[in-house]
């Protein structure tokens, strides 16, 4: 299950990047996932939410995905596009492009803890 496994990498970086006293006033993860990322949104809270069954210590730890859209930059004259419907064409100079700035990433965006 490839959104099972993307829980289990998210969960291994905190668990590296935090103290384990860090990690327990975890409330909150905050994903961005591209649209050309190949990563189901929904899948992923579905395997979130198994996730807890087995790790029932993350279970009020929320999980928020937020979907970016596609946008290009051009090579020729630097504007960013919005990608509308695939069509990778600068909307500046009308030249395509192939040069994918944003919309392919799956990262960790934010963390929020309890306060303390
Ligand atoms: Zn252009």
């Known amino acids: 299950m490839h959104e099972t496994s ?4 998210i969960i291994n970086t905190l668990e590296m990047e935090f ?3 860090k990690l327990n006033s975890m409330k ?3 994903l961005k996932v591209g649209v050309l990322s190949n990563v189901e949104p929904r899948l992923l809270q579905n ?3 198994a996730f807890h069954l087995s790790n029932p210590k993350y279970e009020n730890v929320d999980l928020h ?3 970016t859209t596609l946008k290009i930059q051009c090579e020729i004259c630097d504007h ?3 990608v509308q419907n695939y069509r990778f064409i600068c909307e500046n100079c009308d030249r395509p492009s192939k040069n994918v700035i944003q919309g392919e990433e799956m990262l960790i965006h934010k963390i929020e803890f309890e306060d303390q």
């Open 6 to 9: 993307i829980v289990n990498s």
């Open 80 to 82: 960013i596009t919005d």
């Open 47 to 49: 395997a979130y939410s």
């Open 65 to 67: 995905i937020e979907s």
């Open 28 to 30: 909150a993860i905050h």
């Open 19 to 21: 103290e384990e006293e």
